[in-house]
Each structure stands twice: as structure tokens, then as C-alpha cells.
């Protein structure tokens, strides 16, 4: 699994271990909800499939009915969970099979066969990937949740009767993937800025560059039915994939609590915001050239220090290398967008989840930075904390891959001034932060 689909599926769920079979919404108990409705009167559903758009709605409802199924976790056994799911599936099954017939598309027609030998055999199959869609083809994903899908097949056959199950129905959003063309097109920049950070030439390691796609969120069901993830990791056929909608829903939501308001647009915002998630991407990659073969993170580094720490490092090596290709007019625009976005994380209890880990390190770095430490952050404080960010970069990149205790102790003091600025906010807000769901119709 690529760095970048790992860190997704630690920040965007629970492990699976933990939260295996029951829809996971965000990390709390009762979180405030903010619900956005994506679709509405199911107008973009019914443009893009007009003929089958009932049958599709009849999918959800039978995928969300399999997932009440397995709640609570200890009623069934995992066979008599398969034995009672398995006639909700064939006929999901046999409604995608129709919607194939009907629609001629090929992302329905691969769902249909796969749940088909899933409801078969108990095992899920990883077939082929289906044709290209198309410009502008609707495509529908029906299979593993995201937070499971890139486990190694050895490990989902050990637990094949159980597999935690979704519905996502997506549209490609032609005009917003011309931005993520253009920000592609910028890595090779990006990099070389990254490289006056790290005081060295940097390589990307591993992968090539990040296939992203935009899409429109038009239906959701299963287990995504409460999840609130805009950014998923690839799902064969699918690359990575930004959902436009839900990403404008929660940036309207983060902007509206931010200490100093962006006088954009919702829509420029959206748009930074998408070619940002195409530098974040790449950057789990980018490493000093240098740095030898057998690198190891620095020793006693914790799982979830890992994941959080390689979160933070992606993020604010991108923005801050798209900060020194800025313009002089724009060259704040970067950070002060970027801290907009961090800010709601930093209510969120659940310390060991990846975003969560990386918002309250770069505020306690913020914080250790600043010479009024207990005075609300302001976006302005931030840029004139882009030395001290460029010093966090280099302290990560050299705890996570150059074995360095210093540095990881470094690290470590920014994360506990970051944990500390969260339990003021607690006490001064105990009510956890809104948070985003999604409706239909």
C-alpha cells in the first residue's frame, strides 16, 4: 500500500481492528452534525442515469440494510451474519446486473460480477479492472469499504465472510479535473522548492506521481452511509478520488470557524484546495536523495506517531514549497489556506488518528513559535511562522526516516504543545466541533 493510501485509511477511520463491521462517524460518541445535502431531489443522479436511478436507490437501501445486520458486532457469528446477508446481496447482484444492461457501463457491470462471486463463494474477488470510463461516464463502486480495500488479499480471506461493505455513485467533474492537471504539472516545482527546505535535492520515492480524479458524490450507502471522507484512496478501477461536494461542504464549514475569514470565494477556495491535495499526495514521497537505503525512523517511534508524523510532513512540506512559488501578492494565501483547513481537527479527541496527530503538531509548533502563546491563533501568526514550520519539516523527515532521536524528540515537544492548546479549547468550548455528514435526495 502506497504512503499516502495509508495515512488516508488511519486518519479517515478507526482501525479496523477496532471499528471492523459498524459505520464509524468521525471520533465522537455524539458529535453536532452539519448535514449536507449533496444531491438534492436527486437531480444529478437522475441526469446521469435516468432509466435506472430508482433501482439505484433500491441498492443503497438493500447495502445499508447489510450493514444493520452487523450491529451489534456479537449477536451473529460471521456465518450466520454471511447466511443472512447473502440473499440481500443477490439481489443487489442482480439489480447492478440490470443497471448494466440498461446504463452499458462498465464500473456497474464489474460491481455486479464481483458481489456475485462474493455472495458465491464468501470470498471477495479482485478481478481485473474494468475499461477506462469514458470522459465524463458516471462510475459506481460497490465492494470492500475504503478503510479495508487496501489490505492484502491474504488478510481480507481470513476474514471473507465479514467484509464490512459500500455503495459510492460518483460523477467526474471535467472542469475542477482541469485543476488537478494543472497542479500535476506543478509537482516537478514543487519538489525543487521542497528541496531548498530540506537543504537537499529531493526524490520521489517509491510511486510516481499521485493519479487523482474529481468526482461529484451523487449516492452513498453500506458503510459509507455516515462517513464523511472527501479524499478516498484508490478503488480499482477508481485512483485516488476528491469528492468536489463534500470538499466545498466541509471547506464552507471550516472557513466559517477560522480565526480571520478568507475573503474568497467559495469556489477559488475549492479550487486552491484541490491542487493542494495534489502536492499533500505526492509529498508522502519525497525524501532527500541522500538518505540510504536501510533508513529507519528514529527508534521507540510509535505506530500512530508514524502515521500522524508522515501526515504532518506531506502536508507542510507541499504548502510550504507552493509558499516560496508564490507570488509576491499571493504568498500568504497558501498558509493562510492551509490553517483554515487544519483548525477544525484540532478539536477532535482521537489522538491517535493521523489528521488529528498532524493538526495538533504544526498548532504546538505554532504555538512554541509564538511569543503570545495564550491569545487565539490568528492566520497571520502563521506566516510568520514559516521558519519554525520549515525547521518542523526538516526535524520529521529526519525522524522518520533518518533514525534521529533528537529530532524525534523535537517532534515530540511540538505534539505535546499541540495537545496542550487542544485541552484549552476544550475547556473553554467543551462541545465538540460540527461536524459533516452527508444526505441525498
Known sequence: MSPAARAHDISRELPVGRARHQPVFWHHAEPRL??????????RLR???????????RVQALLNAVTVLDLPVTVLTDQQYFDQAAPLLRTVGQELSRIADEEQNASVRLAADQLSS???????????????????????????????????????SE??????????????H??????????????????????????????????????????????????????????????????????????????RQALASAPEQAPDD???????????????????????TALPGDSEPAPGLKSFEYHGFEEAYASLISVLAATHCATASESSEPLRDFVAELLPYAGLPHQAAADTVAALLILGRLQQSSSTRRS??????????????????????????????????????????????????????????????????
Open 34 to 43: 452539519q448535514i449536507a445535502q449533496l444531491d438534492p431531489a436527486h437531480a
Open 47 to 57: 441526469f446521469h442515469f435516468p432509466r435506472t436511478w430508482k433501482r439505484l436507490l
Open 118 to 156: 462474493y455472495t458465491e463463494s464468501g470470498r471477495w474477488p479482485f478481478a481485473d479492472p474494468a475499461p477506462a470510463d469514458a470522459p465524463g461516464e458516471p462510475w459506481i463502486y460497490v465492494g470492500p469499504a475504503p478503510a479495508v480495500f487496501s489490505t492484502t488479499g491474504e488478510a481480507l
Open 159 to 172: 476474514r471473507h465472510l465479514r467484509l464490512p461493505l459500500c455503495l459510492m455513485v460518483a460523477a467526474p
Open 174 to 251: 471535467d472542469e475542477l479535473q482541469a485543476e488537478l492537471a494543472h497542479a500535476r504539472a506543478r509537482l516537478g516545482t514543487l519538489r525543487h522548492a521542497a528541496a531548498s527546505i530540506l537543504d537537499e535535492d529531493v526524490a520521489a520515492f517509491g510511486q510516481h506521481d499521485p493519479d487523482i480524479a474529481v468526482a461529484d458524490l451523487l449516492l452513498a450507502g453500506g458503510v459509507m452511509l455516515s462517513g464523511h471522507g472527501d479524499l478516498l484512496p484508490p478503488l480499482p478501477p477508481r485512483p485516488v478520488t476528491v469528492f468536489a461536494n463534500v470538499r466545498r461542504h466541509w471547506l
Open 266 to 288: 467559495i469556489e477559488v477556495s475549492l479550487r486552491r484546495s484541490l491542487r493542494r491535495s495534489v502536492g499533500h499526495l505526492a509529498a508522502h514521497q519525497w525524501r532527500r
Open 376 to 441: 487565539p491563533l490568528n492566520l497571520q501568526s502563521v506566516v510568520a511562522a514559516r521558519p519554525a514550520f520549515e525547521a518542523l519539516v526538516r526535524y520529521l523527515h529526519a525522524a522518520l526516516w533518518g533514525g534521529d532521536m533528537f529530532s524525534l524528540a523535537q517532534v515530540r515537544g511540538a505534539f505535546a504543545a499541540g495537545v496542550q492548546y487542544q485541552s484549552r479549547l476544550t475547556a473553554q468550548s467543551p462541545e465538540p466541533p460540527v461536524e459533516l455528514g452527508w444526505t441525498f435526495g
